[in-house]
């Protein structure tokens, strides 16, 4: 089973992301904007992105600030899920641990492109592995993701899951104790490939309750956007009610929402037709007022909306926003906030 790195898109890593670094060095007592030269982003910043070069010089100026040449393991061993964004939501989302990994692989480059990871099964270990753009973006990027990665594993599980190996492709470093406190394996260095081996056993592991706030956060820009949705006859707002409560988990399927309200695609197909609906139809108008509903949010970045609206590739919900309303979510949203700033003088 082998999942395929998804379109190159230039790479870029989420706000959100990078302040696991801020919040690391305040930790530490550090007045972080003054280590790092340039100001803290929000902690909603969904909006704003840094390229990887970006983030690699800020790694090493805090690394040097603290003498830490592992310091992208110990900033990576804070992650959590507010660190990724609209990802965390759809993480935290998941039915179990193979639904949360497969789309952490098919979002992971909406909310962050650095060096995409894909995974297979090869014998008794599930294998995570990075593409070979992992080579060019220096050991402390390469820390931070990898204990990133398994330390977000533990926690989604409430587990202390360990890897059954953890690949570098750096030459191995003269401290080995922080890599091996952190991961609790094996460790190879100057290795083929940027990979975690983990036993199989973690599919099967129940995923841990989801975090409140982020759970609470969603459900309400959920109903918010639920909300705005124009109404008609009973069965057609239930069936929007359910495509909406859906998208986050991937594009619904009519048999799905079928299900969901105890009757067969046909049946449900048919009763739609009679009162001049389509399941296609609910679904693209369901889709439009809530991407607009996303849009009228700053928080949130144009990636993000449309993996919020089920979406794994943002061209995609480019081309359906211009087909449903004649102009793409960037010129709407620029327009929608220009003519908001006319209104308020």
């Known amino acids: ?32 904007e003054a280590v790092l030269g340039e100001p803290a982003p929000a902690a909603d910043a969904g909006g704003l992105s840094y390229s990887v070069g970006r983030w690699q010089t800020l790694l090493e100026r805090a690394a040097q600030h603290l003498d830490d040449p592992a310091l992208g393991l110990r900033v990576g061993a804070t992650i959590s ?34 060096s995409p990871v894909g995974y297979r099964l090869d ?73 975690i081996d983990f036993a199989v056993s973690l599919l099967s592991l129940p995923l841990r309750q989801p975090d409140p706030a982020l ?47 105890n009757m067969s695609g046909r049946t449900l197909r048919r009763k739609l037709e009679q009162g001049g609906n389509t399941f296609r139809m609910l679904l693209d108008e369901t889709r439009l007022q809530m991407a607009q509903g996303y849009l009228r949010d700053k928080r949130l970045a144009l990636p993000e909306v449309a993996l919020l609206l089920g979406y794994s590739e943002q061209s995609a919900f480019n081309r359906a926003f211009l087909r449903w309303s004649g102009d793409t979510p960037s010129s709407w949203r620029r327009k929608m906030f220009i003519g908001l700033a006319i209104t308020e003088r």
Request: glycine share 8%; net charge negative.
């Open 123 to 195: 014998g008794n270990a599930l294998v995570l592995e990075w593409s070979a753009e992992s080579r060019g973006v220096g050991l402390l990027v390469n820390q931070c993701g990898m204990a990133a990665l398994v330390q977000f594993a533990r926690d989604i599980t409430g587990s202390g899951v360990t890897p059954l190996a953890v690949h570098f492709v750096e030459p191995q470093p003269a401290d080995m104790a922080p890599y091996a406190a952190l991961f609790r394996c094996p460790l190879v260095f100057a290795a083929d490939a940027t990979r």
């Open 1 to 32: 089973m082998t999942i395929q790195a998804m379109q190159k898109t230039p790479p870029a890593i989420p706000g959100t992301y990078v302040r696991m670094l801020f919040d690391y060095l305040e930790g530490q007592g550090c007045a972080a």
């Open 215 to 261: 759970v609470a956060m969603l459900e309400s820009q959920v109903q918010h956007r639920l909300a705005s949705l124009p109404q008609k006859d009973d069965l057609a707002q239930l069936v929007r009610r359910h495509i909406a409560s859906s998208l986050i988990q991937g594009e619904p399927l009519l048999d799905q929402i079928a299900g969901e309200l």
């Open 81 to 114: 899920p507010a660190h990724l964004g609209a990802l965390g939501y759809v993480l935290l989302a998941s039915s179990g641990v193979p639904a949360a990994l497969e789309r952490y692989v098919r979002y992971q480059r909406l909310v962050h492109d650095v």
